[in-house]
T-cell receptor, first 115, second 115 residues
Framework: DAGVIQSPRHEVTEMGQEVTLRCKPISGHDYLFWYRQTMMRGLELLIYFNNNVPIDDSGMPEDRFSAKMPNASFSTLKIQPSEPRDSAVYFC?????????????FGPGTRLLVL | AQTVTQSQPEMSVQEAETVTLSCTYDTSESDYYLFWYKQPPSRQMILVIRQEAYKQQNATENRFSVNFQKAAKSFSLKISDSQLGDAAMYFCAPRGGGSNYKLTFGKGTLLTVNP
């Protein structure tokens, strides 16, 4: 299996621009998670989906952030407009709800820098 | 809500020696799961080991083992025969039971392995 795929791996943009991060989960997984990692706040869950439906978006910082999962093999996290404080590493993870043994497998992350 | 405390921001160990990383957590749930992830300089999040709270037996994965003390809400990670490749940031992450799929990450412990 190819694992969780994220693109782009690095993104540099200017404040005010729209940023779209992409994720392809592991085939067959029914849960997808978006995390953000910063030095100040550590790793925090932004939102997660089950069978393409958002289950918990309480971690989404504000309305500038939105996430979609149009199908089982693709999800996006969009920031519009971006701000310097959004600079972070964004991880996507997926898991399979197989009994109680699920484990989240992480993608390589997207390093975002907003100037 | 769950809280996680990793009281050792940094640890170091000599190659081939044993090191233990500590983690305590707080949860109101009786059924939950616990994970250790490592994050090497590449920033990839890699699962090290997992433990189901309902199991009394401590989990082991090759050189990695845990000491799970449910009553004390403690979940330490022991790395035996440390190798240079073990150098990474280690995160403790409990997950709720049932339909609660949220992982809560600690601040992490940076492990250095000295040759």
């Amino acid at each position: 299996d190819a694992g969780v795929i994220q693109s782009p791996r690095h993104e540099v943009t200017e404040m005010g621009q729209e940023v779209t991060l992409r994720c392809k989960p592991i085939s067959g997984h029914d849960y997808l998670f978006w995390y953000r990692q910063t030095m100040m706040r550590g790793l925090e869950l932004l939102i997660y989906f089950n069978n393409n439906v958002p289950i918990d978006d309480s971690g989404m910082p504000e309305d500038r952030f939105s996430a979609k999962m149009p199908n089982a093999s693709f999800s996006t996290l969009k920031i519009q407009p971006s701000e310097p404080r959004d600079s972070a590493v964004y991880f996507c993870a997926s898991s399979l709800s197989q009994g109680l043994q699920e484990t989240q497998y992480f993608g390589p992350g997207t390093r975002l820098l907003v100037l | 809500a769950q809280t996680v405390t990793q009281s050792q921001p940094e640890m170091s160990v000599q190659e081939a020696e044993t090191v233990t990383l500590s983690c305590t957590y707080d949860t109101s749930e009786s059924d939950y799961y616990l994970f250790w992830y490592k994050q090497p300089p590449s920033r990839q999040m890699i699962l090290v080991i997992r433990q189901e709270a309902y199991k009394q037996q401590n989990a082991t994965e090759n050189r990695f083992s845990v000491n799970f003390q449910k009553a004390a809400k403690s979940f330490s990670l022991k790395i035996s025969d440390s190798q240079l490749g073990d150098a990474a940031m280690y995160f403790c992450a409990p997950r709720g039971g049932g339909s609660n799929y949220k992982l809560t990450f600690g601040k992490g412990t940076l492990l250095t392995v000295n040759p």
